[in-house]
């Protein structure tokens, strides 16, 4: 037995026996629950809480989220809680900051909770999901026209170090928008979970909300990246029983925005280096791909529930390599994902989005008749085939040169060029309605001769096209 257990009924002892990184290992100590809740207190008394990160009969590893800083062996105390991290949730989280445990940020009390939540969740019986069909507008062309986004999907946002994620992300937050949902945008919240992130992109999205006047309906999760990095892997599964409780027990539709979710990845990584374990694939752990699925796939819709969750998970790929374990392991889980390219970056196209690798795997049951408009998934597929050939003409006259291309194929060039510049490139602050979307998809279209259309009907030529 551990001599310095004083109470065994409390739970309490005295001394650790290991201190590496953000870990502190407790030998000796009674049946201890795999993510039960511990606190650490320090020999000033000041408490740290922690999460059972491994238990055996010999020892127990904890991870403490306010980091090991000032911490000794000797004069340690630990106490386990016998329950695991719980987070009192209620509406009036909306409109409030939080750091990523849940603690005010933004100098108000914390909130009154309705209930008290196990942040890891409850496994959702696949049996009881309900298939996501309805659309959801978020402003964005690229987005609404070409990877529609359909409440209860998961749809992450791919892209790279230095590319405008983060000011997508605002402003779908800001726009996103459910047509035709009961009660319209009351019905409606934003739970944002920001790990990892520079003071200056927390100040970006705090000043983002307040100034378009949406603060009141996001709840704002920020682990910063002068935090503990330990803190990253609990925000996500804070917001998410935030929003779990908007949508299950409020009825709400809740849009649950993450970034970055390669800083979470990394956390996982820098915990499970230190813990010794067997690396997989880039030094990740083995598990990163069900870690990965136990946040994802707490969103959807639920049967007998009106509300529902859907996400947009947002990551970096290092070295903008799509292959990486992070955005491939996303992809796996996920219903498509919304791309980045630096190419289009560069010409001041924005949002960059890379028109062939992006889709949306749930696009064609949340569009058109009573849903969109009836030629959103032909007009959808020819400008996806129509921009598919664009990239490679400009390949060929990459090769030969611009003056020997066929007269058709300068065509299809000038429809590419006006295709990014009007339709995918838009304001930051420009709202588009999903009519203003798939009208300048037809202004794209009438680049084009009407005998290029295949993917369409004879009546939407007859209504929509104006080209020679």
């Given amino acids: 037995m551990h001599d310095g257990v004083t109470d065994l009924s409390a739970r309490e002892y005295i001394g650790v026996q290991q201190i590496e990184g953000p870990l502190v290992i407790v030998e000796g100590t009674h049946m201890v629950g795999y993510r039960e809740l511990a606190e650490c207190v320090d020999e000033e008394g000041h408490i740290r809480l922690g999460m059972v990160m491994d238990t055996s009969d010999k020892a127990v590893v904890l991870q403490i989220f306010e ?24 509406t ?15 100098g108000g009390p914390p909130p009154v909770g309705e209930m008290e939540l196990d942040v890891n969740g409850k496994p959702i019986n696949p049996t009881s999901r309900q298939y996501p069909r309805n659309f959801i507008q978020t402003g964005i062309s690229a987005i609404d026209g ?57 100040r970006f999205f705090e000043h983002s909300f307040e100034e378009s006047g949406v603060l009141e309906k996001v709840a704002l999760f920020l682990s910063l990246a002068d935090d503990p990095s330990i803190e990253r892997i609990i925000t996500p599964r804070t917001a998410l029983t935030l929003a779990e409780h908007l949508a299950f027990n409020h009825d709400m539709h809740v849009l649950v925005i993450m ?11 820098e915990i499970s280096t230190i813990r010794g374990e067997i690396p997989s694939r880039k030094g990740y752990p083995g598990y990163l791909y069900s870690d990965l ?3 994802y796939e707490r969103s959807g819709m639920i049967k007998g529930y009106a509300g529902s969750i859907t996400q947009i998970p947002v990551l970096t ?39 062939l690798p992006s889709l949306s795997r749930l696009m064609k049951d949340g569009i058109g008749k009573d849903m969109t408009r009836d030629d959103h998934p032909h007009l959808a597929s020819q400008l ?27 065509q299809y060039l000038e429809f590419g060029e006006y295709f990014e510049r009007s339709f995918v490139s838009q304001g930051q602050y420009e709202n588009r309605t999903i009519e203003q979307t798939l009208e300048l998809g037809w202004n794209s279209l009438n680049k084009l001769p ?12 007859e209504e929509h096209y104006g080209g020679s």
Avoid: W
Avoid at 393 to 409: C, K, M, Q
Avoid at 450 to 461: F, I, N, S
């Fill in 67 to 90: 980091g090991t800083s000032g911490l000794t062996m000797p004069g340690t105390h630990v106490r386990f809680r016998g329950r695991p991290l719980r987070l009192p949730v209620s």
């Fill in 92 to 106: 009036e989280m909306l409109g409030r900051v939080f750091n990523g445990l849940g603690a005010p940020l933004d």
């Fill in 146 to 202: 070409m990877n529609t986004l359909i409440r209860g999907q998961k749809l992450p946002i791919f892209s790279g170090n230095g590319l405008p994620h983060y000011e997508l992300a605002a402003q779908i937050a800001r726009q996103a928008e459910i047509l035709g949902a009961s009660g319209g945008d009351s019905d409606f919240a934003v739970v944002f979970a920001a790990m990892g992130v520079k003071h200056d992109v927390a």
């Fill in 259 to 269: 970034a970055d979710m390669s800083n979470y990845c990394e956390s996982l990584r």
């Fill in 293 to 295: 699925a136990e946040l």
């Fill in 317 to 355: 790929m290092p070295n903008d390599d799509i292959s990486h374990p992070i955005p491939d392991l996303t992809g796996y889980i996920t219903e498509g994902q919304i791309v980045f390219e630096r190419e289009m970056n560069a010409r001041g196209i924005y949002p960059p989005v890379a028109g």
């Fill in 384 to 410: 996806f085939a129509a921009y598919s050939y664009v990239k490679d003409v400009r390949n060929l006259a990459s090769v030969i040169g611009e003056e020997e291309l066929t007269p058709l194929d300068t």
């Fill in 450 to 461: 009407a005998d290029e259309l295949h993917r369409m009907t004879e009546e939407e030529l």
